[in-house]
C-alpha cells in the first residue's frame, strides 16, 4: 500500500478576544465546517501571523485590537495544529482586547457570543478550538482579567 496524499495545508492567525472577563466566540456562516470559532483568518503570502489576524479582525469585525491590558501587542498564546478530512491546519492565536472605543460591527457570522468561564464550553466549537479553549477554561485566571 502507497503513503496516502498530503493533504492542502492551510495556515491562519485567530484570536482570543477578551472583553469584560469573557471572550468573543463567532458562529460561522457558511463553508463545509460550521459551528462558532475564534475569529480570524488566512495568513496571506508575505503577512506574519500578526499582522492576519489584525487584518482579519478588521475586516470581519471592525474592530482594531491591542494586547490585554492595555499592552501595544496581542500575545501569541498558542499554535494548534489539527487535521481536518480536506486539511491540516496550523493556526497561531492571539490574546488580546478591543482598543478603547472600539464597537464591533459583523457582518459575517450567524452571531457572535462572549462566553465567561462557565459557560466557554456550552457552544458547539470547531474541533480545532476545542483543545485550546478546554486549557484556557483550566488557566483562565491566567490569562482573562477580571
Known amino acids: 500500500m502507497g503513503a496516502s496524499p498530503a493533504l492542502p495545508r492551510v495556515h491562519v492567525a485567530a484570536a482570543v478576544v477578551v472583553r469584560d472577563g469573557r471572550i468573543l466566540a463567532a ?7 460550521l459551528g462558532f470559532e475564534l475569529p480570524g483568518g488566512k495568513v496571506e503570502a508575505g503577512e506574519t501571523a500578526l499582522a492576519a489576524c489584525r487584518r482579519e479582525l478588521r ?3 471592525g474592530i482594531e485590537v491591542q494586547g490585554v491590558g492595555g499592552a501595544p501587542e496581542p500575545e ?8 481536518y478530512d480536506d486539511f491540516d491546519l496550523t ?10 472605543g472600539s464597537r464591533i460591527e459583523d457582518g459575517e457570522h450567524l452571531r457572535l457570543l462572549w462566553l465567561g468561564r462557565d459557560e466557554l464550553l456550552s457552544v458547539a466549537w470547531l474541533p480545532a478550538d476545542v483543545e ?6 483550566r488557566r483562565w485566571t491566567a490569562f482573562i482579567p477580571s
Open 27 to 33: 458562529e460561522r456562516a457558511y463553508g463545509p465546517h
Open 59 to 61: 475586516e470581519e469585525l
Open 76 to 83: 501569541l498564546l498558542d499554535t494548534v495544529r489539527h487535521r
Open 91 to 100: 493556526m497561531e492565536v492571539f490574546l488580546c482586547e478591543p482598543v478603547p
Open 132 to 137: 485550546l479553549l478546554e486549557r484556557l477554561q
